[in-house]
Each structure stands twice: as C-alpha cells, then as structure tokens.
C-alpha cells in the first residue's frame, strides 16, 4: 500500500485517497466542433505506460482535493506529487 | 512411553509441568514448552498424516513453518476447529486435540493408500488428462473426485472467537529474531530509533540459541551462551518493543506490512476464554531490516519421503532444545557440514550415530575434524539410492558415487536406522523480499537466490542474504545495519569469533539411483506428491516456463507454498531443459508467508461491523411500526410496513392504493442533498445537467438528469433555487456521494474559474414527502401559516416555514405523480415532525409507504430510476426524454456524445411499457424480451427493468429497454420463461394520469 504525500495535508495511506486515472487530459473547450474521433480520442484513449506515468489522484477521504502524481509503473515508485494546474515537476 | 526418548539436558522445555494432550484420540503427554511435533516424538509417533495424492504414509520433517508433512486438523468443535495447522509449530496446550488429514478410516490404516499402488498410473495431470472426455461425464467424475480431494476440514458453523486489528508505526522493523535481527533490534535500539522486532517463535535465538559446540564461540563464550546475553541485555531498551509468536505475513510496497500475532493459540482451552485470539498488525516502517534466516533443504533420493526421514538441523533441535531424540539409531545424509553438528549433538547425548553419508569427496573443516575425533562414521562420496520401512523408516541403502555424479558404483551398503536425518544446503528465506517488490539474483556457488535491488528502504542480513558462517552473518550483518541506519559504531566492532568455516561444497539436485528413474520415487513436493519424475515428465511435454511446470504438477502448491523443495524443482528443471538458473528464475512468493485464518484477515469487521450501516432520523418509527427494510447503498430504508399477517405484495398493494386514493407518507431522508453556493452556481449547473438553469427563478425548482462525458445518463434528481447563488440540489441515494466527488472533480480540474462551493447537506436533514389528493389539508393542519393556494404555492415550487418555530423548506414536488410536498427539516426534528404529520393525517387514513410502493407508484406514472430502468448505457433519447436536452446550450456534461455515430443510432434499446396481454400476469424483472416465440435460437431484444401489479390500475405494467423500442409501439412480443411464454404488447411509459391532472389536484 502507498504512502502519498498529499500536497495539502502531507503523507496519508493509500486506503484515503482514489485513483483518476491518466493526468493532464484537457476537456476540450469547443467540444461541438470536434469529429467523432477528436472527441473519441479524449473520451476513450488513455495510455497504460509501464514506466513514469502522470496519474490524478484524489485525497477523497481528507481534504478531497485533487492533484496531480508521477509514478513508475513498474515499481510503484512515487516520483513526485503536484497541484492541479502546475506544471509536471519531471519530464 | 515405552522408550525414553526424552533427555534431561534441555533448557526451554519444562519437564515439571506434565500436559496432556489427545492425538487421534489417544491421550498422550508432553511437558511445557513442546510443541505438538516435539512431544509426538517423544511419544515415538513418526507418523502423523497421509500424503495428498497416494496416501503414503508420512512423518514429521521438520520443526518450523516450512513442514509439508505433519499438517494436522485442530481441535473438532464445529466452530473452531483449523484444518491444516503444521504440529511443527503448534505449542502444546493441556487439553489440546489434534487428529490426521487425508486418510480414512485412519493414519495408520487407510484405505486410499491404493492410490500408492496406483501410482505408475497417476502421473502429472492425471486428472487433467483423463477426465477431459467425454466432457458430459465431468459431472459423474467431479463427484467421486472431490471425495477424495481436500486435505482438513473446514469448521462448519461461525468462528466464535474474537479478532483484532491494530496500526503500528514504527522507525525499524526487524523480522526475525535470530542472532542477527538481535544484533540489529540492539543497534538500532541503542541509536534512539524506535524499535519493532518480529518473531514467529515463543523464544528469539533463532538456531544460534541452541548452538552448544565447542567449534562456535564468540568473545570465548559459547555463541549460545552469547546469545543468551545479548537478549536479556534487550530488557532494558523502553524504545524496542518485542513482539514473540508474530508472523510477518505480508510486505508491500512503502513498508507496509502485515503480521499476525498470536495471542492465545498456546494457552489451555479455559485460559483461551473471552480473549482476543489473533491480531493482524498493521505496520507502516521508515526501515525494514529482513533477518528472516533460512530454511535447510532436503536431499531428493528415491523414497526420501519416510516417516522418520527428517532434517538434520530439525533433529538437532528436537535434541538440543526440547531435548527429544528423534530415534536410536540415527543415520545422517548430507551435501554439507550442518549435518557433523547435528552428529555431535546426537552423540554429546548419548544417541549412536550409525554413519555421516556425505556427496562430497572430503571436508577438512574443523566441525568434521570434531565429529571424527569421535569416532563417528564418515562415508565419503556416498548417496542413499533407496530407503525401507512403510510407516517409519527402518533401514537404508546407500553407493557410492560416480566421479561426476551423475550414478551410482560399486556394491551396495545396507545399513539398518529407525531415523535419517538429510541436510541438502540452505534456502536464503528471500520470501518477503521479493513480496515488496525487490529482485533476485542467482548465486552460482552456493545454489541459491539472494535479495538483488529493493524498492523500498530495506536490507536482508544475516542468512536470508546469504551468509552462512557464524562469523560472515557477525560482520556483515553489523556492517549493514550501521551502513543503512547511518550509525559510525556498535558496541560489537571488536568481537572475537571463532568458527568452523565450510571448506567442500557439492550439489546434486537429483541424486542418482542403481534403478532407472521411472521405478523410482524421489519426491519434491512432499505435501502434493510430486516427484522428480513427474517435472521430467512436464518438460517432456513442452512445459517450459517455471509457472506453467508448478501449476500441471502442482509442485509448491500445497498449503506450504513449496517452502521446502521449490528450489531442486528449479534446480531439476534447470539441468533438464540446459537453462542456468538465473535465467529460469523463481515462481513468485505471494503473501501470505504462512496461512492466516480469516478471522485474523477480517478482524472485528464482522456481523453488523461489516459495513456502515446509515439509518435516518426516522427509524426508530420505522422499527416501531414493524416494518420490513431494505438496503440501499449503506443506508437501510423501510422497504414496507406489514400489517398482521400481511404478505409484502398485500401490504404494497395496500400502502400503493391508499396513498392515490387518500394520502400516503414516505421518509426520503436518504435522498442525497448538495447545497450548492457561489456566483457562478447557476452556470455550474447548466454545465453539469442536460437542461437549462440560467432562468430559473427563485424558489422554483426543477428536474434535472445528469450524464456522464459518455452521454450516458448517471444521475437525477429535482434541485431548487433557494436564492441569487444559492442551490439545493438532491441526487438518488445510492447516487450521492459519487455525485459529489463528479462535481468536485469537474470544479477542481476543469472549471477552477467557477465561483461555486459544494456541501454535502445530506445528514444535517430529514425529508418527510406526503402525497395524495388529501395531502394539501393535512400539511395545513401540520403548517396553517403556509398558503397552499396552487397560485401562491404551484407544483415544482418551494417555500420556508416554521414549525412550533422551528425553520423548515417545504417543495411542491411529486415522484409518485400525486400532489405532493417534501418537508425538509433539521435532522434532529425528523421524528417529531414524522408524527406530527401521521397524527395530522389519521382522519384522512395517511399510510406510511415503504420504498417499493414508491417504485410501485412511479413506475404507474413512468418516472425511471437511474440504476434500475438505466445501466449505464442509456442515453436521454434512449429513455425517450428528448424534452430534458437544451438545444439552445452550447455545452453540457455529455452533450458532444449525444451525437456520436452510436449514440444516434434508430435501433439502440429504447424505454418502452410492456402490458401484458393477460392484465394477471406480472413479469419477471430481468426477463427476456424477443420477438418470435419459438425460433431457436432467438434474438434477444431487451429485457424488463421494473415490473408491477398496479392496484390503481388493477393490472400488470412493465417498464422494459427494447432495441428499437420507440417505433414498436403497439407491437406484440414474447417473454419466455422457464414453463411458458408470456404474451406482451409494447405501450407507452405513462399508465396512468398521462395530463398530469393529479399533480394540481
């Protein structure tokens, strides 16, 4: 089980917080003007990276705050966690 | 006791208290201090169970948590009894029970013992193979083999006693007590670190603490005596707490782990009473330091599986710390030294030791210099090929060795013994390593994986990393606590160590016999039957991968994980297939280490501690009342209110009618409740419903659906405007707090420019709904201030009010179709008002309906409820409630998907009623819908979501999703069931009150 550094309010166990899948997929503005496959593209396609991953995370039972966590899928580790908006601390 | 086969020299056994203790129904005796394993033996009981698959007899191997053989069934109440347990690691308790598995009518007389006869005919898969056709017989085959299948019994009535969970956080977690977790429990303990040390035994040592040999001392005391010093010095230490009879059980990833403790399985059935059994830990670590020490491995030979054949190490444990001999004439087999300490021991206590069969052609180390020097017999480049004696060994043949190894010369050699002890080696216990994710590397000299890189903060010392001399598992351990634990010195930099260091190492994964391999028996999987044959066999028929040969011969898949033997598996597969072992690699250790009970895995969460359980404010009327309730998410709601002898469908007929003939009162406190603030809510709520809230006025409310990005409708429910920026929304109440954290999620990541504040309100009020044509007067008389004019207070409206001055929002509105009103009120007022509103209503004969007569109700008018008539794949056109979508908003939540190629498609599964052509007969819920009634095989077009008797109606209605549903009004259709077929016209959703009339009634 992780040990996730909630950027408000510090390390919590994993068993307070909810996974949200891929970070950083923008819902399009004008979502009338895309093609079946643009809007296609941002419903359904979402990578499954074994390596550093961008993941959104949710601090559901605490602060419920969303943020933003890099992760390596191979091993867990949990590279660095960052606020919704900023930018990812790593490339 | 016939022989005396106990000496007096033990240490940690207390030969004063005498316990007695029942084995397959016969009383024996033990002392405090044994365990179940160690007084068997001393009452001369080898064989203690039958194998799993041709029920030969089998003995104790050894005297820890990796014993295949001795698995016994615990006690025989209905309700406590443990399949399974390892006598290897049960203390004895005065008045324990214990009886063996797999053999009927007993050990020493069963009767599936032919399976051993059977045998040639019973190889790998045998099952697999042979059962496989006809494939319509499976069914007479599984009977008879799950008859014979399974090992213990599980209890068959509910576990009565107490478990425990706990959270532990600690700076160091050492698992393992022996000499080097001590050395680090003292180190660490010394640094001001707070301290954990874990271990499965009653007594820390590991094997040092009984390691009584002239060949091992440190600083001129012998290691045992050492020891001893060292864990007393831990008294003193308030920072280090010392947790005896834990198991660690599991490791995951961050130094999470799990252990279970064991707090009562040792004491007497009358001091176990009313105490908590077993408690899971829940540990977070800063540092792990695995000290969990290694396993010593057997020999594979043929017939290496007798009672009586036990671990050389297992042996001298027995003598030297429970001080029983394992035999008279013992033989020792061995591909390394352990075993000439073993011999030592035996002979320091006056047991005759026929020979040492060593594989190796010679070995100058100090502990062989010893054991010759007393006189004890060394047969040089020998190996057992075959052993004699059905229930306990009585005699062995060994050869001598071929210069390679590879088979055996010369004439054979009989020697006569009534106990063999083997020593093929040590296994690094590498386990919770690699269950926190760490790699392993392949050690070529020794023969065995080693901790390779971690993820986590942690080192393995000691011999679960490798070092096994006394002397490396000192220094290198000592050496990588400092390293890890950032500490410049210990108290132990200058200790004297003296050792015998092993000089000649040989390794014979499968040791040869004068017979062919095929007449042979040289087992691997003790517990499961598996022999060296049957992983020959696998790879013969194309098995390659180390997963695949486990899983078809079932080799490590007993209850002991293959704890023992899983190495000569890999080593056997390894050298037939002309793989190394590095890259063949392991199959993976997953937790748990040893078994654990469920009732330590569930802890107190049993009973009504399962889940949360929600009630409203009301409840208690509800209970009063008698009424039946039903489990909506967490919340339980009053599902109906039985009168007398009421069956449920008489009392939803009876609560349905009343409530359209008079009035009806439901309690719709779970209904999830958003309070919705801010000067962009109403903004927000155009983004997030199908519908138009920019124009809704103040005190109005309004009906509104909810879809997921997919254009699937996901939620529903009326919210109103209780001011400029100020919203109450409500939600379904299996709905809410998913609903919530959809709102919190689009607020926070996507329209953070929103000025809007969410809150969960949906605790803080209770909801009392009133509905039918007589509800008007009776909230008249519950509030006579309020006017209730249809031109002051229309349907889809709200006001404020007082109650006897308590404040209160009462909506017009209606999901049963009735004229109605929500009464919302501060929760703790719930119940009062809840009665205030039944005594007002008794002359108008108000009933208290549960939720299936709102169902019931609903459905009459055609009302969905998202989750039933909806499941994921409905969209609004789909429910035929095109009137919800705004054509004039430029985007909401899901509005982009609405119009995808699939979504637009004619033929989706649409909402429609279904009557049936006889008014009688109610459909079953789930029921499939087609549209010929005797094709095979036919099309199924949809199924039945909600179905009723309506008594307002006095006929059967369903609400149904039909593909293409929409344009088949009208159409006759068939639901077969099971003896019939149920003729069904398609309607529309509305049955009763299409104008609505009843709303302004």
């Known amino acids: 089980m992780f040990l996730i550094n909630c950027p408000y309010c510090g390390e919590r166990d994993q068993s307070e917080f909810s996974a949200g899948g891929e970070a950083h997929i923008v819902r399009p503005k004008q979502p009338t003007e895309l093609s079946d496959d643009q809007w296609a593209e941002f419903l359904f396609m979402r990578k499954n990276i074994k390596g550093i991953q961008l993941e959104r995370w949710n601090h559901a039972h605490g602060c419920r705050k969303w943020f933003n966590m890099v992760r390596d899928t191979s091993n867990d580790k949990i590279h660095a966690v960052y606020k919704m908006g900023e930018k990812p601390p790593i490339k | ?1001």
Not at chain 2, 303 to 318: E, Q
Not at chain 2, 536 to 542: I, N, P, T, V, Y
Not at chain 2, 643 to 662: C, G, L, N, P
Not at chain 2, 683 to 692: D, I, K, P, Q, S
Request: with cysteine; proline share 3%; charged share 25%.
């Open chain 2, 1 to 1001: 006791m016939n022989k005396n086969l106990r000496t007096t020299n033990s240490n940690f056994i207390d030969q004063t208290s005498r316990i007695s203790f029942k084995f397959d129904g016969k009383t024996l005796y033990g002392f405090k201090g044994d365990t179940l394993a160690s007084a068997l033996l001393a009452n001369d009981i080898h064989l203690v169970g039958r194998s799993f698959k041709y029920h030969r007899p089998r003995g104790i191997m050894t005297c820890g948590s990796e014993e295949p053989n001795a698995i016994v069934q615990l006690g025989n109440d209905l309700s406590m009894t443990e399949p399974n347990t390892r006598a290897t690691e049960i203390e004895l308790y005065e008045g324990l029970e214990a009886t063996s598995q797999n053999c009927w009518p007993s050990v020493n007389f069963d009767i599936g013992a032919i399976n051993n006869f059977l045998s040639p005919f019973l190889p790998a898969a045998f099952y697999y193979k042979t059962f496989m056709w006809p494939a319509s017989f499976w069914k007479k085959y599984e009977y008879f083999i799950r008859k014979s299948a399974g090992l213990g019994k599980s209890p068959t009535k509910p576990d009565k006693d107490i478990y425990d969970h706990r959270y532990l956080h600690c700076d160091v977690l050492i698992v393992g007590g022996g000499i080097s977790g001590i050395i680090a429990a003292k180190i660490a303990a010394q640094n001001n670190l707070n301290t954990v040390l874990l271990d499965d035994k009653n007594n820390l040592g590991g094997t040092t603490i009984f390691q009584d040999n002239e060949c091992f001392k440190i600083n001129n005391s012998y290691s045992n005596e050492w020891l001893k010093k060292e864990i007393e010095s831990l008294n003193s230490f308030k920072n280090l707490t010392i947790k005896k009879r834990t198991t660690l059980a599991a490791y995951h990833s961050y130094n999470y782990l799990l252990a279970r403790e064991n707090l009562t399985d040792h004491l007497s059935l009358d001091e176990k009473k009313n105490k908590i059994r077993q408690r899971l830990w829940k540990i977070r670590a800063k540092k792990v330091i695995i000290a969990s020490g290694a396993m010593e491995r057997p020999l594979i030979f043929n017939n290496n599986d007798r009672p009586g054949i036990i671990l050389s190490t297992s042996i001298k444990k027995y003598i030297d710390y429970y001080g029983v001999k394992c035999g008279q004439k013992i033989s020792l087999f061995t591909n390394n030294d352990t075993a000439y300490e073993t011999a030592i021991s035996l002979n320091k206590s006056g047991v005759s030791v026929n020979s040492v069969i060593d594989i190796r052609d010679k070995s100058n180390s100090a502990i062989v210099k010893e054991a010759e020097k007393l006189g004890i017999k060394i047969y040089w480049k020998h190996t057992v090929v075959n052993t004699s004696g059905y229930k306990r060994i009585n005699s062995i043949e060994l050869m001598k060795l071929s210069d390679d190894g590879t088979a055996v010369v010369e004439n054979k050699t009989k020697e006569e013994c009534d106990c063999l002890g083997i020593s093929g080696g040590w296994t690094p216990r590498v386990h919770l390593f690699t269950q926190s994710g760490g790699k392993l590397k392949f050690i070529d000299k020794d023969n065995i994986f080693l901790p390779d890189k971690s993820v986590s903060e942690q080192i393995s010392i000691g011999s679960c990393n490798g070092d096994f001399e006394l002397d490396d598992v000192i220094k290198n351990s000592i050496k990588s606590i400092k390293n890890f634990l950032n500490i410049n010195s210990s108290d132990y930099e200058n200790l004297k160590i003296n050792c015998s260091k092993e000089t000649d190492k040989k390794n014979i994964w499968l040791l040869p016999s004068n017979k062919p391999l095929g007449k042979t028996k040289p087992f691997l999987d003790f517990q499961n039957d598996s022999t060296a044959k049957d992983v020959k066999l696998a790879l013969r028929e194309g098995f390659k991968s180390i997963e695949h040969v486990k899983r078809y011969t079932t080799t490590g898949m007993g209850t002991d994980q293959g704890k023992l033997s899983n190495m000569h598996a890999l080593g056997i597969i390894a050298e037939t297939a002309e793989v190394k072992m590095s890259e063949l690699g392991t199959t993976t250790f997953r937790p748990p280490y040893t078994p654990l009970t469920f009732g330590a895995i569930v802890g107190r969460n049993v009973g009504e501690f399962f889940d949360i359980t929600r009630r409203t404010p009301i409840h208690e009327w509800h209970v009063e009342q008698k009424a039946e309730f039903e489990n909506v998410g967490q919340w339980k709601r009053a599902w109906y209110y039985p009168k007398s002898k009421e069956t449920m469908y008489e009392a939803v007929q009876r609560e349905s009618k009343a409530a359209r003939d008079s009035a009806g009162i439901l309690d719709a406190s779970t209904l999830g409740k958003i309070d919705i603030q801010g000067s962009d809510a109403s903004e927000f709520l155009n983004r997030v419903y199908t519908n138009a809230w920019s124009k809704l006025e103040i005190g109005k409310c309004r009906y509104g659906l909810m879809l997921n990005e997919d254009g699937m409708v996901y939620d529903d429910g009326v919210t109103t405007r209780l001011g400029e920026n100020h919203y109450i929304m409500t939600t379904t109440t299996g709905g809410a707090a998913n609903v919530l954290s959809k709102l919190e999620d689009y607020l926070q990541t996507e329209w953070p420019e929103l000025d809007v504040y969410l809150t969960s309100v949906t605790d803080n009020y209770a909801t009392v709904s009133i509905c039918g044509p007589n509800s008007k007067k009776i909230l008249s008389k519950v509030i006579p201030d309020l006017d209730l004019s249809d031109k002051e207070f229309p349907h889809m409206s709200f006001k404020n009010a007082l109650i006897n001055n308590i404040k209160c929002r009462v909506m017009r509105i209606s999901f049963t179709g009735e004229h109605s009103y929500e009464i919302n009120i501060q929760s703790n007022y719930g119940k009062s008002l809840w009665e205030k509103c039944i005594e007002a209503g008794n002359e108008f004969n108000i009933t208290p309906y549960g939720t299936e007569a709102m169902h019931l109700l609903r459905a009459e008018k055609g009302f969905i409820i998202a989750g039933q008539d909806t499941d994921g794949t409905m969209t609004p056109v789909d429910l035929q409630m095109d009137w919800i979508i705004s054509k004039k908003k430029y985007d909401f939540i899901g509005k982009r998907s609405l119009y995808r190629s699939d979504t637009i498609r004619e033929d989706r599964k649409q909402l429609v009623g279904l009557l049936t052509d006889d008014p009688k007969e109610v459909l079953e819920e789930g029921a499939q819908i087609v549209a010929e009634a005797k094709k095979k095989p036919v099309e199924m077009l949809g199924h039945v979501t909600s179905s009723y008797f309506s008594p307002n109606l006095n006929k059967s209605i369903a609400l149904a999703v039909v593909v293409n549903g929409k344009k088949l009004k009208g159409q006759k259709m068939f639901v077969p069931m099971e003896n019939k077929t149920i003729n069904v016209t398609i309607t529309d959703t509305v049955f009763l009150d299409k104008e609505n009339k009843r709303l302004n009634a």
